[in-house]
């Protein structure tokens, strides 16, 4: 009760509108409802590329310069960007792309974020509502297009809609479990009068209704686990859109059980504590795959199964009761049969299980952690000259003392990245798991530094990925944007040099790239960005280091690494999990 | 999936639902499908007792657990409000179907027996033809156009099923 009243006082002393109630309305066309609603929703920044159609939106931010617009060098950059805003804010992304061949270009970021739950709400252009379905100029079916990797879309016809439209777009995108909404805007509608209610709640239609009540399944679930001698907490992004990384560390500190994370979950347990594996799957530790093979209850938070973290399905974790606690029904026996099913919100029912599980008797079962952990650790050699990529992530690790924002392509260096960078802090590791997309890493990145102003991001992208999207330097140059762009040169593609080197024959089938590089520090000096090369160990600390102390300007800094280096372990394709290789020494 | 626990058994299933009245509601709801690999036997859907809802139900068959994905993924459509699966419960489920059959005077009359049968109505007649409107269960209407293809089927037309749970389902 009390805390009604304090909020409704603060809203009416922060602005005379909220006192005139929901009637109070605003008669604006299209493009100016469309920002007036960005402004109220807090939007910090938009990603967007103008065009065509959409001039009419550009015209109103001209005139409203409160609303930061960064302009990207291609829209796949711009939904990146969003992005990895969100992933590292926690707030939705927002991008804005024309219509046509710029709503296509949006095709890549906007599946990069329904595969990883990541809330984005990206604006199109579309042409002017009577000539849709003609094949008119730059005219592409783009709700067609993207129906199967958004939520939720909108063909807004008319600018009365719109307003709400807004209002439930960005709430469908980070409800429940999140995602892309796709908001297409017609350009006569962007120019038509419409009214528009600031104070009005649309009744959101809900793409997440909890149906059931959880405390039947977290009574079974507690139940099931105070018996566990080999408890395993398997826990995946969930936590962190779900923000109950406390709420994991209380159930975790209280039941002693061990924790493994996911790609997805690096950081939502620090890797530093003693009850962390790291991360399981193809490329997870050796003590994280054993354990998930021989414990005895499962507990999966906010993770889904995926091929990368089962292998083999049928031998998946064959000694284990299944405690599966997931905000999206349709994840529950997806992939894996689970006993106990817990649909709903991490972070309300973790403290309700934390509350009713003891703490457990795992004495035997961290003596045989700490033997895998101690005869099987991740290893690799460094010496000489050269530099082993493993050891230029444990340099990245150790210079920013654990404390970046690191944002990843696709590749051997996200393994890398992932298996050797300490991560102690949710929302500080970003990479596109479920797409794998490459690419994603350095517009990515701008967009974490956006929402993060003052804390150090560090691209970590391969000389393939990064040449992907790497016009972007010149959007993080005109915005000022400090990213560090750490490219493990390896003159390949490393993660398909490293299958063909396994599976097939070594036949390195157009995955090298080192005669038809471009020299990546004159292209950074092209964009106006700094460009460093380090061969060596020492001229890569003292580049890294240097790189930090930049804050107005994107650094690219080359990295030669070792060129035939593989990802270890490993679990080969159609293996399980245990039967995973180790790094042969 | 090699789980025990699953039953594996293939078995058809009768899905109806609630779902906002647009045409890209009805594109999500079959780009689901195809999409994700689920199977349609049929597919019907029109206005229901609010104009702005549409009524739509989904034949398909697959194991339990594709079936509660089916459900599942569905439920987590925006556009719908509900769904549900009626193959367990009561209901009455009924399908149309339109059937232009050759009848030349000579078998004529016999086409007509075999349609009073059936309880059909005929609808259109022609000198080398006639339409059979029939409607009842899926069994029905099979049964009908299996009985009517000896004489030569010239077209067919199945709305397919409609189905909605009984009211009443204690016993009487």
Wanted: glycine share 8%; aromatic share 6%.
């Amino acid at each position: 009760m009390s805390s009604d009243k304090v909020s409704t006082q603060n809203n009416t002393l922060k602005s005379d509108k909220n006192a005139l109630g929901e009637d109070y309305c605003l008669e604006l066309n299209g493009g100016e409802i469309l920002i007036q609603a960005l402004l109220d929703q807090n939007v910090e920044a938009v990603f967007g590329y103008p065009g065509g159609v959409v001039l009419g939106v550009y015209d109103v931010l001209f005139k409203n310069p409160q609303l930061r617009h960064i302009l990207v060098r291609h829209e796949q950059g711009g939904t990146h960007a969003a992005d990895g805003y969100a992933r590292a804010t926690g707030k939705v992304g927002v991008a804005l792309a024309t219509s046509g061949p710029g709503a296509t270009n949006t095709v890549t970021g906007i599946a990069t974020a329904f595969m990883d739950s990541i809330p984005l709400v990206v604006f199109t252009g579309q042409v002017p509502s009577s000539m849709i379905g003609n094949d008119a100029f730059q005219e592409a079916d783009i709700i067609g297009i993207t129906r199967p990797i958004t939520k939720h879309s909108y063909l807004v016809k008319h600018p009365d809609e719109l307003g709400d439209v807004i209002k439930e777009a960005f709430h469908i995108a980070a409800a429940g479990r999140p995602g892309p909404v796709l908001i297409d805007l017609p350009k006569d509608m962007l120019f038509s009068k419409g009214r528009y209610y600031p104070n009005r709640t649309p009744r959101f239609r809900g793409s997440y209704r909890i149906k059931q009540d959880a405390s039947k399944a977290i009574s079974s679930a507690a139940a099931l686990l105070a018996q566990a001698q080999r408890p395993l907490i398997y826990a995946g992004g969930g936590v962190v859109s779900g923000n109950a990384w406390e709420e994991l560390r209380e159930l975790a500190y209280k039941t002693g059980a061990p924790v493994t994370t996911t790609l997805m979950g690096l950081g939502a347990f620090p890797e530093s504590h003693s009850q962390s594996l790291g991360m399981l799957g193809m490329h997870g530790t050796w003590a994280a795959n054993m354990a998930i093979q021989e414990c005895d209850v499962l507990v999966a938070i906010g993770a889904r199964f995926d091929d990368r973290v089962t292998g083999r399905v049928a031998d998946f974790s064959p000694k284990s009761k299944k405690i599966h606690i997931d905000i999206d029904p349709a994840c529950i026996n997806k992939n894996v049969h689970v006993e106990v099913p817990i649909i709903g919100d991490v972070k309300t029912i973790l403290p309700e299980l934390t509350r009713l599980v003891p703490e457990l008797e795992t004495r035997e079962w961290y003596r045989e952690i700490e033997h895998w952990k101690a005869t099987h650790p991740l290893r690799y050699q460094q010496s000489g000259d050269d530099i082993a990529p493993q050891y230029m992530i444990q340099k990245i690790s150790e210079l920013t003392k654990g404390e970046a924002i690191v944002v990843t392509d696709v590749g051997q260096h996200q393994m890398w990245a992932a298996q050797y960078y300490q991560y102690n802090h949710t929302r500080s590791w970003i990479t596109s798991g479920g797409l794998g997309t490459m690419g994603f890493g350095f517009p990515a990145a701008m967009g974490a530094a956006v929402g993060c102003p003052g804390r150090p991001v560090v691209a970590i992208v391969g000389d393939g990925g990064f040449q992907m999207t790497s016009m972007e330097l010149a959007t993080a140059v005109d915005q000022k944007i400090p990213v560090i762009i750490a490219i493990m040169n390896n003159g390949y593609l490393g993660m398909v040099r490293q299958w063909q080197e396994l599976f097939y024959g070594k036949r390195y089938s157009s995955s090298d790239l080192d005669a038809s590089n471009p020299d990546f520090v004159k292209l950074a000096e092209a964009y106006g960005a700094i460009g460093m090369r380090a061969k060596t160990p020492e001229e890569m600390h003292n580049a890294i280091q240097q790189a930090l102390q930049v804050n107005d300007r994107p650094v690219v800094i080359d990295i030669w690494v070792r060129k035939e280096e593989n990802v270890y372990p490993m679990v080969p394709p159609g293996a399980a999990v245990h039967e995973m290789v180790d790094t042969p020494d | 999936m090699t789980d025990p626990e699953i039953p594996s058994a293939e078995s058809s299933h009768i899905l109806t639902i609630k779902v906002s009245n647009s045409f890209n509601a009805l594109a999500r709801i079959a780009g689901l499908f195809s999409g994700r690999g689920f199977n349609i036997d049929s597919i019907s859907i029109g206005e229901s007792e609010r104009p702005e809802t549409a009524s739509c139900t989904i034949t398909t068959h697959g194991d339990t657990r594709i079936v509660e994905q089916i459900t599942r993924q569905l439920d987590k459509l925006v556009d719908i409000e509900e769904v549900s699966d009626l193959t367990n419960e009561p209901h009455v489920s009924r399908e149309l179907a339109l059937i232009k059959v050759a009848a030349p005077p000579e078998t004529r009359s016999e086409i007509m027996q075999i349609a009073n049968i059936f309880r059909s109505n005929i609808v259109d007649i022609s000198p080398a033809t006639l339409t059979i409107e029939i409607t009842g269960n899926r069994n029905k209407v099979d049964a009908c156009i299996g009985m009517l293809r000896p004489f030569g089927l010239k077209e067919v037309a199945r709305t397919g099923m409609i189905a909605m749970p009984r009211e009443y389902q204690g016993s009487v």
